[in-house]
């Protein structure tokens, strides 16, 4: 790795300045910010997959994984750039630590079904962990997946949407419900609380997959 | 005679039980006619969500076969098939079933001509047309041995024997001059009845993509060419155009036409409106003489 040591929370504005070239960094980075953290700091264990669905804005996750030595400090500062690895929405041919690419929405909560498939296949004991946005919700193809995976049982599955209120049509009574009647569990946390973060993430059931609404507000 | 579709169930269920890396994904179609096996998923009738499961699989290292009719495996997931398989670096093999006018009494939901064309668009793909079920087997089994993304195209349409070879096989030696008729998968049986007394030389192909374009330069000695496909006319045209930029040389695309066709019926009378059986053949071929 490039880097001796790792760095920590506090130096995650630096990472993301690098990239923006600018203090003020985008709103939508920032709202996967501290899950993003809790995620790689405390949660991931190697067994474990994390997928960002929900690629838009991911100056965050560039810091992280460099936070934590995916990739090189330096390479931050070409992000968007032609022969950057890092572009506006992540290419997992391109950077190492990312599991899938993404950029349309929708596509990540699928493909995460089917890892959590295979991973129930041979017997792993890895956990499948799935970033998606409130808005990104309104992709029908994330409801073909959450009715399969409540259906089925997928327990190695959980879904954090960043809830930072962002969809149009919103969401009457609530997102969590709507994985409830699928037959997941569910839970609300502050999107900020890295304590409360990490419980929701490990809390895990054998037997259905678990959503955690991380609520951030603008 | 089995059908195709008959047939690549039973291969299907043997590949589940021998080799321990392939997996299933089934969209309810077909559930019925395979036994039951903890690495067929069926994900009901979910077809983004089969080609993402299936994504998914691969990721994980696994061999997916993913089935359905046509127009449901590669048009209504077209996005899936770009980015989750495409885009994610992964394979697959896509299994479909229907072809272009099968089930024709069903009407234009359930007709696909233009699949092919469609995922001939996506880089990294290879497409067979088999035109017989034990080319079925061949193609499936080599299929199962890669990583690559695969489609086969199964038809209800079948010619009467298999054809041993494989890639471009020519099959009969017309004069110097004949025209090269090329059929494409199971439009063989009726382009050999409608060129029996023409000088022509017919190849026979069933892997349409890659385009075997050496094989196509090397047959051709005049310059006509009639490419006889079994979806939508001119899926092929530009890798013929391709292969032969540098020599003069004429083309007669036939196949099925880009037209809302809202007719029901049998899939033999669909054959003959396109000119696609041996009479529809052999009247394009001596038009364009």
Redesign the interface.
């Known amino acids: 790795m490039a880097i001796a040591m790792q760095l920590g929370y506090d130096d995650l504005p630096g990472l993301l300045t690098l990239q923006t070239g600018d203090e003020k960094h985008d709103w939508s980075a920032l709202s996967t910010l501290d899950v993003l953290w809790v995620l790689y700091d405390r949660v991931l264990s190697p067994d474990d997959r994390f997928l960002l669905s929900k690629g838009h804005g991911p100056t965050a996750y560039y810091a992280v994984l460099a936070a934590k030595g995916f990739i090189p400090v330096e390479d931050l500062a070409g992000f968007g750039t032609f022969d950057s690895r890092l572009g506006y929405h992540p290419?997992?041919?391109l950077v190492p630590g990312v599991?899938?690419?993404s950029g349309?929405l929708g596509?990540g909560l699928?493909?995460?079904?089917?890892?959590?498939?295979?991973?129930d296949?041979?017997g792993s004991a890895g956990h499948i962990y799935c970033l998606v946005g409130d808005a990104e919700l309104e992709e029908?193809?994330n409801w073909?997946?959450v009715?399969?995976a409540g259906r089925v049982g997928l327990g190695r599955l959980t879904v954090v949407v960043i809830d930072n209120h962002s969809s149009t049509q919103h969401w009457p009574g609530g997102i969590s419900r709507r994985f409830e009647v699928e037959g997941w569990s569910a839970e609300r946390i502050d999107g900020r609380d890295h304590d409360a973060i990490e419980r929701a993430l490990i809390t895990r059931h054998d037997d259905w997959p678990h959503v955690v609404v991380a609520d951030i507000q603008p | 005679m089995t059908t195709m579709r008959k047939h690549f169930y039973g291969l299907a269920a043997e590949a589940l039980e021998q080799q321990p890396r392939v997996a299933m994904v089934f969209a309810e179609i077909g559930v019925s006619e395979m036994p039951r096996h903890p690495r067929l998923f069926n994900v009901g009738i979910r077809e983004q969500l089969m080609i993402s499961v299936a994504a998914g699989l691969a990721l994980e290292g696994y061999r997916p076969v993913v089935h359905s009719y046509a127009p449901f495996i590669v048009e209504r997931p077209y996005e899936q098939i770009k980015l989750d398989l495409g885009h994610q670096d992964v394979g697959a093999i896509l299994v479909s079933t229907g072809a272009s006018y099968d089930s024709a009494y069903s009407g234009r939901t359930h007709q696909a001509p233009e699949d092919v064309a469609v995922l001939a668009a996506l880089p990294g793909w290879t497409i067979h047309v088999p035109g017989h079920p034990q080319e079925v087997e061949r193609v499936f089994a080599r299929a199962l041995r890669t990583d690559d993304r695969v489609y086969i195209r199964l038809s209800d349409e079948s010619n009467h024997a298999p054809v041993r070879g494989d890639g471009f096989v020519v099959l009969r030696e017309g004069s110097g001059s004949a025209p090269l008729v090329v059929a494409v998968g199971p439009t063989l049986g009726e382009t050999l009845a409608a060129t029996g007394d023409l000088d022509a030389t017919v190849a026979y192909l069933a892997t349409v993509r890659p385009f075997p374009k050496a094989e196509l330069r090397a047959a051709l000695r005049g310059t006509d060419v009639v490419l006889v496909e079994p979806y939508l006319a001119g899926t092929s045209s530009a890798e013929v155009s391709r292969a032969l930029q540098d020599r003069p040389h004429r083309l007669l695309a036939l196949g099925v036409p880009n037209a809302e066709f809202r007719h029901y019926g049998e899939g033999a009378e669909h054959r003959a409106a396109h000119g696609l059986d041996a009479a529809g053949i052999r009247a394009s071929i001596a038009a364009f003489a």
């Not at chain 1, 699928?110 to 991973?119: D, E, F, K, T």
Request: glycine share 8%; no cysteine; net charge neutral.
């Open positions: 290419d997992r041919v599991e899938i690419s349309s596509h699928p493909i995460a079904v089917g890892r959590a498939l295979a991973l296949a041979r029908g193809s073909e997946a009715q399969y």
